[in-house]
């Protein structure tokens, strides 16, 4: 089995900015693609940021030139830096893992809670 463990979340003050962490237990390198989505109450699992194997990075326009997601395949990690905040920000982020091979599924996260008040 697969697990992700989020970590970095927390309180932060509007136009803040916070680092989410996602630790895989395999390569992330095997994933097809990795992402953050997030959830706030009431409300649909949203997509936030997404890269693939190879690159490419597709974010929400509701985070774009304020998100940056990047990995590190030597520590099996993805990262979500999120810079200028806001509070409609607040929600609780799940790191997303898909692989195609062997089979087509998706891994999640146990989530992490991002609050952005002042």
């Known amino acids: 089995q697969v697990q992700l463990v989020e970590s970095g979340g927390g309180l932060v003050q509007p136009g803040g900015s916070l680092r989410l962490s996602c630790a895989a237990s395999r390569m992330i390198a095997s994933f097809d693609a990795m992402a953050w989505y997030r959830q706030a109450p009431g409300k649909q699992r949203e997509l936030v940021a997404r890269i693939t194997s190879g690159h490419n990075t597709n974010y929400d326009d509701s985070v774009k030139g304020r998100f940056i997601i990047s990995r590190d395949n030597a520590k099996n990690t993805v990262y979500l830096q999120m810079n200028r905040l806001k509070p409609e920000d607040t929600a609780v982020y799940y790191c997303?893992?898909?692989?195609?091979?062997?089979?087509?599924?998706?891994?999640w996260g146990q989530g992490t809670q991002v609050t952005v008040s002042s």
């Open positions: 997303s893992g898909h692989t195609v091979v062997p089979i087509n599924e998706d891994y």
